[in-house]
């Protein structure tokens, strides 16, 4: 294989600082030495080029916002939520109303085969990018250190005990969320209703499974009776393995490497940190789509950022590839800045990026020329073809939002009509009741009129 062309060269220079998403700019200590030879591309990938421009609708149901609102009806509860050491950052992302899926499904549109089933690397533009567990962690704050001991047990169906669920619902199978959140509603406030809202939690937004009507896993229905466990639990580590797990679903559903039109897919697990990565490490997205908030210093990325406000439910993918357009200005491995390096160095463990399970030998080499020699990674070939693969569009993107005058509109419409449906009712009524009037009349009417001829008859007789 070829060398990569030194991106340096004539239009291919590479920005030596990157700036944040407020404007700042930053060291990446990455920079791409003129001499410095490239390691091996991707052998394969997942998709073509000529698939970069169809779209797939993601849908979730991950409910943060309405499960965060139903959680604020109980203030005990609520309280309890504040002051956990990992869930008090979901409490503190900013209420979207739509999800922004289209940079997460750009992101697997670019997914690079390789040996690292738990390590999914993208390239976009040429550049390869990491989606790891520290990534994770930087973006959530979840604890991400390696599971209890006894967490086998308590993910078996067999083992571990269920005296809560059984107190509350009589059983141990066949218990759904609204099973929890009309239980919730009838409690009163005590330890037994944390835990109730606790389950609530988990199952509605940590786990989030696709099927809305589906049964509670066993290990969040044991889980929750132990208030002490679920404080310390890796819960990021939990999260980050269901949305792998997830990722690899899609895969094998596009194993074709084909988007038609009209493709939809229903997130499992806690998606957020997915969505909201793409905007992270490609500078030119975050500046376009996102903002900053006020977030505590110590909150992860998901608190200090927000999608900004648009018209539409969601962007649409033709606007994620316009705002990348020929960029190379991405960062292949997030670190975090000296404020979220306390953060981090509470949730994952400081040897994370030393690397697990099978290797890969091309991974490893990205690994060592980004990690270990802090050297930038750019491949002409893949960049060229990212760019050019990005002008065919072969299904269309995901249907825009109404603007706000045409919602405004549609609802007056709808009001009116809704009005409508109660007038032709009560006209219906008056209809009914008037001609059973009608109906009564003209018997009458005709009684009379026998009436009268029995009169008329009589007379004559007499």
């Given at each position: 294989?070829?060398?990569?062309e030194d991106?340096r060269?004539?239009?291919?220079?590479?920005?030596?600082?990157e700036?944040s998403?407020d404007?700042?700019e930053?060291?990446?200590?990455n920079?791409?030495?003129e001499?410095?030879?490239?390691?091996?591309?991707?052998e394969?990938?997942f998709?073509s080029?000529?698939?970069?421009g169809?779209?797939?609708?993601?849908?979730?149901?991950?409910y943060v916002?309405e499960?965060v609102n139903?959680i604020?009806k109980y203030?005990?509860?609520?309280?309890?939520?504040?002051?956990?050491?990992q869930?008090?950052h979901?409490f503190?992302?900013r209420?979207e109303p739509?999800?922004?899926s289209?940079?997460?499904?750009m992101?697997?549109?670019?997914?690079?085969r390789?040996e690292?089933?738990n390590?999914p690397w993208f390239?976009?533009?040429?550049?390869?990018?990491r989606?790891?567990?520290?990534?994770h962690?930087?973006l959530?704050?979840l604890?991400c250190?390696?599971?209890p001991?006894?967490?086998?047990?308590?993910?078996?169906?067999?083992k571990?005990?269920?005296?809560?669920?059984k107190k509350?619902?009589?059983?141990?199978?066949?218990?759904?969320?609204?099973?929890v959140?009309?239980?919730?509603?009838s409690m009163n406030?005590s330890v037994?209703k944390?835990?109730m809202?606790?389950l609530?939690?988990?199952?509605?937004v940590l786990?989030a499974k696709?099927?809305?009507?589906g049964?509670?896993?066993?290990?969040l229905?044991?889980?929750?009776?132990?208030?002490?466990?679920c404080?310390t639990?890796?819960w990021?580590?939990?999260?980050?393995?269901?949305c792998?797990a997830e990722?690899?679903?899609?895969?094998?559903k596009?194993k074709?490497g084909?988007?038609?039109k009209g493709d939809?897919?229903?997130f499992?697990?806690?998606n957020?940190p997915?969505?909201?990565?793409?905007?992270e490490?490609?500078?030119e997205l975050g500046r376009?789509?996102r903002?900053r908030v006020?977030?505590e210093e110590e909150?992860p990325r998901?608190?200090k950022n927000?999608?900004?406000?648009?018209?539409?439910?969601g962007y649409?993918?033709?606007?994620?590839?316009?705002?990348?357009g020929?960029s190379?200005?991405?960062?292949?491995?997030?670190?975090p800045?000296?404020?979220?390096e306390?953060?981090?160095?509470?949730?994952?463990?400081?040897g994370c990026?030393?690397g697990?399970g099978?290797?890969?030998p091309?991974?490893e080499?990205w690994?060592s020329h980004l990690?270990?020699k802090?050297?930038?990674?750019?491949?002409?070939?893949?960049?060229?073809?990212?760019v050019?693969?990005?002008?065919f569009?072969?299904?269309?993107?995901?249907?825009?939002?109404?603007r706000?005058?045409?919602?405004?509109?549609?609802e007056v419409i709808?009001a009116f009509?809704?009005?409508m449906d109660?007038?032709?009712?009560v006209?219906k009524?008056?209809?009914?009741?008037?001609?059973a009037?009608n109906?009564?009349?003209i018997?009458?009417e005709s009684?009379?009129k026998?009436?009268?001829g029995?009169?008329?008859?009589?007379g004559r007789r007499g």
């Amino acid at each position: 294989m070829n060398e990569a062309e030194d991106p340096r060269s004539e239009d291919h220079e590479v920005q030596e600082q990157e700036k944040s998403h407020d404007g700042n700019e930053e060291e990446t200590g990455n920079e791409h030495d003129e001499d410095e030879s490239q390691p091996l591309p991707p052998e394969s990938f997942f998709f073509s080029p000529k698939q970069y421009g169809n779209s797939c609708k993601i849908a979730s149901r991950c409910y943060v916002k309405e499960t965060v609102n139903e959680i604020k009806k109980y203030p005990n509860e609520l309280e309890f939520f504040r002051k956990h050491p990992q869930f008090k950052h979901i409490f503190h992302i900013r209420e979207e109303p739509n999800r922004k899926s289209q940079g997460l499904w750009m992101l697997l549109l670019h997914h690079a085969r390789t040996e690292k089933e738990n390590e999914p690397w993208f390239v976009v533009t040429g550049v390869p990018i990491r989606y790891s567990i520290k990534e994770h962690a930087l973006l959530t704050g979840l604890d991400c250190h390696d599971y209890p001991r006894n967490y086998k047990d308590l993910k078996s169906k067999k083992k571990g005990d269920y005296k809560f669920v059984k107190k509350w619902f009589g059983r141990s199978t066949g218990i759904t969320i609204a099973d929890v959140v009309a239980m919730l509603g009838s409690m009163n406030s005590s330890v037994n209703k944390k835990k109730m809202a606790l389950l609530y939690f988990l199952s509605n937004v940590l786990k989030a499974k696709s099927k809305v009507e589906g049964n509670i896993e066993p290990f969040l229905l044991k889980v929750v009776d132990d208030l002490k466990l679920c404080e310390t639990f890796p819960w990021g580590r939990y999260t980050f393995d269901d949305c792998i797990a997830e990722v690899k679903k899609i895969m094998n559903k596009f194993k074709r490497g084909i988007v038609k039109k009209g493709d939809t897919w229903c997130f499992s697990g806690f998606n957020l940190p997915l969505e909201a990565f793409a905007f992270e490490c490609i500078p030119e997205l975050g500046r376009t789509f996102r903002e900053r908030v006020e977030a505590e210093e110590e909150c992860p990325r998901l608190c200090k950022n927000m999608f900004k406000e648009t018209h539409m439910k969601g962007y649409p993918l033709s606007s994620i590839n316009d705002a990348i357009g020929t960029s190379k200005n991405i960062i292949s491995i997030l670190e975090p800045t000296p404020d979220e390096e306390t953060l981090m160095e509470r949730i994952i463990e400081a040897g994370c990026d030393d690397g697990i399970g099978y290797v890969d030998p091309i991974v490893e080499g990205w690994r060592s020329h980004l990690i270990d020699k802090k050297k930038k990674i750019f491949w002409e070939s893949l960049y060229e073809a990212d760019v050019a693969g990005r002008e065919f569009t072969e299904n269309e993107d995901e249907e825009p939002e109404m603007r706000s005058d045409v919602v405004e509109l549609k609802e007056v419409i709808k009001a009116f009509m809704e009005r409508m449906d109660v007038i032709e009712a009560v006209a219906k009524e008056i209809k009914d009741t008037v001609g059973a009037m009608n109906t009564r009349l003209i018997g009458l009417e005709s009684f009379v009129k026998e009436q009268r001829g029995k009169a008329v008859e009589s007379g004559r007789r007499g």
